[in-house]
């Protein structure tokens, strides 16, 4: 009896021990070729250990090799299906061996004995925030309209994959052999696409009900980023994979660029290199006397503005420390506070007596500063 306990916890922790393929690539048991050939596309991308310098990233990148070649393998997806991953191990001992996970990266994107997939073009979007959400950082949600391939026929623009048949014009070569005259009394024979199939071999006998043989369809996603505090002008971020879908080209990019813009409520803020930039408004009196003020920042804390003395139109007080916080290796920015004056339009007498009696003065030897 308790042999047969032995031998049973064994096999359960053989069993937890295994690797779950589907998992590794982060797609459902259902999931078909191209949902698994794009997440291996982003999952190897993410752990190529030319770009990614993590400890585990190699090890990261070989699983997922690993596991995209067994299920885009039609036969060994079946024996992992129903034996696991010691179903496997026992092909590989008897001659079907697995390959170097760079190999299927290679083959995948192109490079060494691989053939280059072809990629679509990438799209990108900006999108405008306060400034305020650079200054406290922000989680960000939007929505963009795509092109997907089409869910009923899967991109191959026919009824049923029965309706999918070889071109008779050219007899799935693609191709056809024309003759044609060089010169009086001579000819040559020319290879042209042919124009039955558009060279590819095969036509559509029923077209499909839902995007009838346009392949694709029109679709609104929603994507998410964050912004960091901080981050720079002109932040982007690439969702790789995200751009329009097609049966003849593995899906391009989404790149979002963030740009910030002067939101209602935010005052007189802007941005200067790693620095902020708010700008107050002085009456003529606090111009000449001296003021001490206080302003609200983005985040809510206050900040003393003060002055002794004149403050001339343009003047700008720098306060370290108070601009944008730390990104990156950068130092957090300064605040750069620019004033301008406002005058009364019209200076009562008694005011003007007082003010033409203080310019003789000075202008009799006393310096303006002492005002």
């Known amino acids: 009896m308790w042999i047969r306990t032995i031998l049973l916890l064994a096999l359960i922790s053989v069993v937890l021990a295994a690797k779950d393929f589907y998992k590794e690539l982060g797609v459902d048991r259902q999931a078909d070729d191209p949902t698994i050939k794009k997440a291996y596309k982003k999952l190897a991308r993410k752990y190529h ?200 080209w593995d899906a391009g990019d989404v790149i979002v660029r963030v740009r910030s813009r002067v939101a209602e409520g935010e005052g007189g803020w802007g941005r200067k290199e790693g620095g902020l930039v708010w700008r107050e408004t002085l009456g003529a009196e606090e111009a000449l006397l001296g003021f001490n003020r206080t302003i609200l920042h983005m985040d809510g804390h206050e900040v003393d503005l003060s002055r002794k003395g004149v403050t001339q139109p343009g003047y700008v007080q720098v306060l370290e420390g108070e601009g944008m916080p730390t990104y990156g290796d950068s130092p957090t920015g300064n605040l750069y506070v620019h004033y301008s004056v406002v005058f009364p339009n019209v200076v009562p007498p008694s005011l003007r007596s007082d003010l033409e009696s203080a310019f003789r003065k000075t202008r009799g030897g006393k310096k303006r500063d002492e005002l």
Do not use: W
């Open 49 to 248: 250990p030319d770009k990614n310098k993590e400890p585990d990233a190699i090890q990261k990148f070989a699983d997922v090799s690993h596991a995209y070649e067994v299920l885009m393998d039609a036969e060994k997806r079946k024996i992992y299906d129903r034996y696991g991953e010691e179903g496997l191990k026992q092909q590989q001992n008897n001659g079907g061996g697995f390959h170097d996970p760079r190999d299927v990266f290679s083959q995948f994107f192109g490079g060494r004995g691989g053939q280059e997939e072809r990629r679509g073009p990438s799209k990108l979007t900006e999108i405008e925030v306060d400034l305020g959400d650079f200054y406290r950082g922000r989680d960000l949600e939007f929505e963009m309209d795509k092109n997907v391939l089409c869910d009923h026929c899967r991109g191959t623009g026919a009824a049923s994959d029965g309706d999918v048949v070889r071109c008779g014009g050219c007899n799935g070569q693609g191709v056809k052999v024309q003759r044609a005259q060089v010169f009086p009394g001579m000819y040559t024979n020319m290879q042209v696409t042919c124009p039955d199939c558009q060279g590819k071999g095969t036509v559509i006998r029923k077209p499909c009900p839902h995007c009838h043989s346009a392949k694709i369809i029109p679709s609104r996603i929603t994507l998410s980023l964050h912004l960091p505090r901080g981050a720079p002008e002109g932040f982007e971020v690439v969702f790789d994979g995200d751009s329009d879908e097609s049966p003849d």
